[in-house]
């Protein structure tokens, strides 16, 4: 996600700005830019691609003079990566500038306020109303314009602000996205993480959800969205430089796992209106969504694993036939898709060459193409014909977490939205399945707190050779995704089967002490999974349970189980798949491995 600097001191600000942006590097980025007041008036450049580009534009920030300034990397949110959608954004006057991490939710209403009273737009980007409307508030306060703003923008944001006529202060706001402020004797700092200013200070304040620092050259003061003044105490970081490039985590994975409750609530809340499920992105009308005959969902690896879910769950709630393709096999198999099919595929890096050929077959066959995409501005986002982003920020472990759960919960609304528009939900069961939707945040969190029970489990078996996953339905598509995750990074042997094909074949691979990690989140299903389990017992097999809580008889069977909180029994997928990600984790980091970047692999597979 973006990064954001500033700095207010004695120092030269381009300096520390740029410097500051290259350890938030780690976080994923397209474009830079910052804003230094010369003495006179506010200066901005930007670039577009490696930060390297702005420091070669700016002498390495030496043709930036000035003692206070705001610098920030951006993540493609809304509008393409370029110079002009860069931060920092300006008003019109050219005397308020801002820089911006997170999404305004509402910023299509508060633009066609704002361009209603006069105000013209030169981004594509949701931050540049914020500039705007500062603009519109400010009457000489300062506080009082961010205030009044903070009271009209919806969604998350963290804010670094400066006015032309106050360069004496900076500003730094934060609600959903992480913002912290530092002080030495040189001045006061604002970072979104502590890596960028761990070699200038150690003493930070973490920003509170709509708090607000004004910070001036040697002094902050911290403010209620009502003005009101805030005592707070400075923590004291004592990571080293490594560990703070990953918020102290020991592996990028393990954060973007603790990241998954933010990403599914990213995705959904924008999507969530009064009760109703709006995916402006998706804009087709009602009429037509009802004639969809049959959606093909075509990906690779773990959004293939995304797909199965969204097959079970697409079929349930809306009743459409779904029929999911591994890209490399669609792509070469001259499919059949008829009329009334639509296409459906999902990508994190939205560069999979695979999936990016399937998109292609699709369309030039004729057929419209939804993209899943978590990279705005990626190949397939830019190809697809209509795109619904995962909100998970750049994901930098090969192995995806978060954004394999950000387009689960995708599939999620998609579903819900067909069933609504078909009518095969009652308003009583969409009502329920919205509220199960907006609880999955606050389970997941609960689900990450029991890590270090796991870990211990995972303890015991980083010298396994063979680990089976096991479950029936949307326990099945769960399994897939468990296996993969546990062999491509501890490079251990497994393999997930629909729990009833066991029989067919793979139980004769068990042995005494064999680990089966059977998932039955599905209680119509229950029964036969619980006999699936006494059938690999019997075999000599190891039973790890997966299950909802309140099923506590599956422990006369299993021999170590794993409650997940309650949901609905199409979103158990979110829950269950959280207790195997750090599993997975656990057994490779006990055994070694490179965990964020396992061998053979890369993170986006632009080749077939
Ligand atoms: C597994 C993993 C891969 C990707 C696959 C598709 O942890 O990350 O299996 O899911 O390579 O990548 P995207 O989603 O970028 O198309």
């Known amino acids: 996600m973006c990064g954001i600097v500033g700095y207010i001191g004695t120092k030269e600000a381009a300096l520390i700005i740029l410097d500051g942006l290259a350890k938030l590097e780690y976080r994923g980025y397209d474009s830079a830019g910052m804003a230094i007041f010369d003495g006179e008036k506010i200066r901005i450049s930007k670039s577009v691609g490696r930060l390297k580009v702005l420091e070669s534009e700016t002498c390495g920030g030496k043709t930036m003079r000035g003692t206070v300034g705001i610098g920030h990397t951006r993540w493609a949110t809304h509008g393409v990566p370029s110079k002009t959608n860069a931060h920092p954004h300006f008003n019109r006057q050219e005397t308020i500038c801002v820089v911006h991490n997170g999404i305004i939710e509402n910023y299509i209403a508060l633009r066609k306020k704002l361009a209603d009273r006069g105000y013209e737009f030169v981004s594509d980007t949701d931050t540049e109303v914020v500039a705007h409307l500062l603009d519109y508030y400010y009457k000489g306060n300062p506080l009082e314009a961010i205030t009044k703003v903070l009271h009209r923008v919806e969604g998350s944001y963290a804010l670094g602000v400066m006015f032309a006529q106050h360069p004496d202060q900076l500003f730094a706001v934060r609600k959903d996205s992480p913002l912290i402020v530092g002080q030495n004797e040189d001045g006061c700092y604002i970072a979104s993480d502590v890596p960028a200013i761990l070699k200038y200070t150690r003493n930070v304040y973490y920003v509170d959800n709509q708090e607000i620092v004004r910070l001036r050259g040697d002094h902050m003061h911290f403010y209620t969205v009502d003005e009101e003044e805030l005592k707070k105490e400075a923590v004291y970081i004592d990571w080293d430089a490594n560990a703070a490039e990953k918020a102290g985590y020991e592996h990028f994975m393990l954060k973007e796992m603790y990241e998954q409750?933010?990403?599914?609530?990213?995705?959904?809340?924008?999507?969530?209106?009064?009760?109703?499920?709006?995916?402006?992105?998706?804009?087709?009308?009602?009429?037509?969504?009802?004639?969809?005959?049959?959606?093909?969902?075509?990906?690779c690896g773990s959004a293939y694993h995304a797909g199965v879910t969204g097959k079970y769950v697409l079929e349930s709630l809306a009743r459409i036939p779904v029929e999911v393709d591994l890209a490399s096999e669609f792509r070469y198999r001259d499919p059949i898709l008829e009329e009334g099919a639509m296409v459906i595929v999902i990508s994190q890096s939205g560069e999979t060459a695979d999936t990016l050929a399937a998109l292609r077959e699709a369309k030039s066959r004729g057929f419209r193409v939804l993209g899943i995409v978590n990279v705005v501005g990626s190949s397939i986002a830019r190809e697809a014909d209509s795109v619904m982003y995962t909100w998970a920020g750049p994901e930098i472990a090969v192995a995806t977490t978060k954004a394999y759960s950000g387009q689960l919960t995708a599939l999620y609304l998609l579903a819900m939205k067909f069933?609504?528009?078909?009518?095969?939900?009652?308003?009583?069961?969409?009502?329920?399945?919205?509220?199960?939707?907006?609880?999955?945040?606050?389970?997941?969190?609960?689900l990450l707190g029991s890590k270090e029970r796991i870990q211990r489990f995972a303890n015991r078996y980083v010298g396994a050779k063979d680990i089976f996953f096991v479950g029936r339905g949307i326990d099945y598509a769960i399994s897939l995704e468990g296996s993969l995750k546990l062999k491509e990074i501890s490079y251990i042997h497994s393999e997930a089967y629909a729990a009833g094909e066991l029989k067919h074949g793979t139980i004769s691979l068990i042995e005494e002490?064999?680990?089966?990690?059977?998932?039955?989140?599905q209680q119509h299903l229950y029964p036969k999974t619980i006999s699936n389990m006494v059938e690999v017992k019997a075999r000599g097999a190891f039973v790890l349970a997966v299950t909802n809580e309140g099923n506590h008889d599956i422990e006369k069977v299993a021999d170590y189980v794993i409650?997940?909180?309650?949901t609905h029994p199409l979103f158990a997928n979110s829950?269950?798949?959280?207790?195997?990600?750090?599993?997975?984790?656990?057994?490779?980091?006990?055994?070694?491995?490179?965990?964020?970047?396992p061998r053979n692999l890369a993170k986006s597979v632009t080749v077939e």
């Open 261 to 299: 409750p933010k990403t599914v609530m990213d995705t959904l809340s924008p999507r969530i209106r009064e009760n109703d499920i709006v995916i402006e992105e998706f804009e087709m009308p009602d009429e037509q969504l009802r004639q969809i005959k049959k959606i093909h969902i075509v990906a």
């Open 563 to 566: 409650y997940i909180p309650k």
């Open 419 to 446: 069933a609504k528009v078909r009518n095969t939900v009652t308003e009583a069961e969409f009502e329920e399945l919205l509220d199960s939707l907006k609880r999955l945040p606050d389970q997941i969190e609960l």
């Open 513 to 521: 002490g064999t680990l089966v990690a059977v998932v039955a989140t």
């Open 575 to 597: 829950l269950a798949i959280v207790p195997l990600q750090l599993f997975g984790y656990y057994v490779a980091v006990g055994k070694g491995c490179d965990v964020d970047k």
